[in-house]
């Protein structure tokens, strides 16, 4: 291993599909001393590799080649690629008509909207300038923590567009599992599609199922079908998992015209809209594919967060305070709730610290122990000596070493978990059942209730505005593409970069300490 004072071993790899290992990769590129990174990973060599080029941290110029790189990376995809006889013409988005104009003579002054976004328009994808590898949360490329600006193309209606509106095709799809905030997404797509002037507009059924040869009937779409549609939980267009081969939904979308297609879904769907997009490329189809991530998992990268995320986390709180009520009102009462995060304990440690209720919080980030002087059990038994009464709150994918493993798969091929919190209750009633202890164990699992819920307030905007650039980057001649909002802002991101692994709570991360200082739990193991 080289020694940290001369070389820092520094990769940037497009990582592959297994996500602990692309983890790995991606983390190891950056040096922190105190950080996840530097405890993980040992440093590799002088040579540090950005994508797919080299870059030699001794070479005063790296920073040149990480920006190329890096500009590589996060480059959209554009019709223009690919299709070189495309001539643009003016957007037919156009606010003007609701401005009175000098014609009008009432008084106000012409003004030329200028609401459009250039395509050179960038967002700084960091923004925090660390001073020391040993900063809290730092990621520095070099020991300097040289500042190197990482910029992503800004989102939003061009002042061109390379679609003819009145000849659009345009379809919209949800895949995986429900969110809340999809009817929102599916709202605003219809909605801006028709303010440009676009009259087709389906919704696939079911997930990429609906593209399947069964042929399942396709719903016709119009701002007066989707006008409340936000109002109630759930898609109105269906879920599903698993369906057809990519190959077979080009065929579909050939078959039906389909020139602009709009993906909702997590990262197996993105993937998907990823290979679809290559796939009609490749048959020369002129088409959009643009992603809108949904998860409430919230575990997509580069972004500040995934719409349906805070409705899940306040639609949390109810849970956790109602296991806190029936413990605290139960004599020794312990209430477990166990809230969704296949691989990511985003919502369990948001929830949890805003509800203030919880005293212990299991994410699938970090590893615990439920028996043994410093397992969870033991403490549980600390919490009802010392205060009477005790709440934890567990994501679904915590501790699954601890639970019997099925191998089932879903129809996309994820693993199907086993009920931690199931087993939390069966063991901790064991437990003090044989420390001769009475305690009274309430399990909430409001995992659906919460999913099935309407978007709230502040995610009605994410997905207002996450809609409405979809059918923006999709007009301006983008594909493979999704959107997202980063630092306050929206984006537009190649989907590739997007889903290169899951976003996990960073155990040394500050978030993740404020919430152990909220609960008070100790580490378990
Ligand atoms: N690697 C992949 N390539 C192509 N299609 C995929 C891939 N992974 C999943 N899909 C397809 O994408 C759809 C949704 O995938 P999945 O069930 O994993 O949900 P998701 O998009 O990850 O959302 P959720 O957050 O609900 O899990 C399925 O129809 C599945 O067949
Ligand atoms: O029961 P379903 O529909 O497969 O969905 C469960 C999964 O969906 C998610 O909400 C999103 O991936 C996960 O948290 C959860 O494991
Ligand atoms: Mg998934």
Redesign the pocket.
């Known amino acids: 291993m080289e020694s940290i004072s001369t070389c820092f071993g520094v990769k940037f790899g497009h990582p592959t599909?297994n996500s602990h290992d692309s983890r790995r990769i991606r983390r190891v590129g950056i040096v922190g001393l105190g950080g996840f990174a530097t405890k993980r990973f040992k440093r590799t060599s002088c040579a540090t590799v950005v994508g797919d080029r080299e870059i030699d941290l001794a070479n005063s110029d790296w920073k040149i080649g990480f920006k190329e790189d890096f500009e590589r990376r996060f480059y959209i995809p554009h019709l223009s690629d690919v299709f070189g006889d495309l001539s643009p013409m003016p957007s037919t988005f156009n606010l003007k008509s609701r401005r009175p104009s000098h014609e009008s003579g009432n008084g106000y002054p012409y003004e030329r909207w200028n609401g459009y976004v250039k395509n050179n328009d960038r967002v700084l994808l960091k923004v925090i300038k660390f001073s020391s590898p040993s900063s809290a949360g730092a990621e520095c490329i070099d020991p300097d923590c040289t500042w190197v600006e990482q910029w992503v193309h800004r989102a939003g209606p061009r002042e061109e567009i390379y679609f003819r509106p009145e000849e659009v095709n345009a379809a919209i799809v949800t895949?995986?599992?429900l969110?809340p905030g999809l009817n929102d997404v599916i709202r605003q797509i219809v909605i801006t599609l028709e303010i440009y002037g676009v009259k087709n507009i389906v919704g696939i059924p079911f997930?990429?199922?609906g593209f399947s040869a069964e042929k399942l009937p396709k719903i016709l779409l119009s701002r007066s079908v989707v006008q409340n549609i936000h109002l109630d939980g759930g898609s109105l267009l269906g879920v599903?998992?698993?369906?057809p081969n990519?190959s077979e939904i080009v065929d579909n979308m050939q078959e039906r015209g389909i020139d602009m297609l709009f993906v909702l879904?997590?990262?197996?769907?993105?993937?998907?809209a990823n290979?679809i997009h290559n796939e009609c490329w490749k048959r020369g189809m002129r088409v959009a594919v643009v992603g809108v991530p949904?998860?409430i998992?919230n575990?997509i990268l580069w972004m500040d967060k995934t719409f349906g995320f805070d409705t899940a986390v306040e639609e949390a709180q109810r849970a956790i305070n109602s296991a806190y009520i029936e413990a605290h009102s139960a004599y020794n009462g312990i209430g477990i709730v166990k809230l969704m995060g296949?691989n990511s304990g985003f919502i369990a440690m948001h929830a949890s610290l805003s509800s203030g209720q919880v005293d212990v919080c299991l994410i699938p980030e970090v590893p615990f122990e439920l028996h043994g002087p410093h397992g969870v059990l033991r403490h549980l038994q600390y919490l009802i000596e010392t205060k009477g009464s005790a709440v934890v709150c567990v994501a679904e994918g915590a501790g699954q070493n601890l639970v019997m493993k099925t191998n089932a798969k879903?129809?996309?091929?994820?693993v199907v978990l086993g009920d931690i919190g199931a087993h939390i209750q069966k063991e901790t009633k064991k437990y003090f059942k044989d420390i001769g202890t009475s305690a009274d164990v309430k399990y909430i699992d409001p995992t659906y209730m919460i999913r099935a819920c309407r978007a709230n307030a502040s995610d009605g905007i994410l997905c207002t505005v996450l809609g409405q650039n979809a059918v923006h980057g999709a007009f301006a001649g983008y594909s493979g593409i999704t959107v997202g909002i980063c630092n306050t802002h929206y984006v537009y991101l190649p989907i590739p970069e997007v889903i290169s692994y899951p976003k996990n709570v960073d155990p040394n991360s500050r978030m993740w300490h404020r919430c152990l200082t909220s609960t008070g739990q100790p580490d378990f193991f």
């Open positions: 599909k895949c995986g599992g969110c997930g990429y199922r599903s998992r698993g369906g990519v879904g997590g990262n197996g769907t993105h993937a998907g290979e949904k998860t998992d575990d296949r879903d129809q996309s091929g994820n």
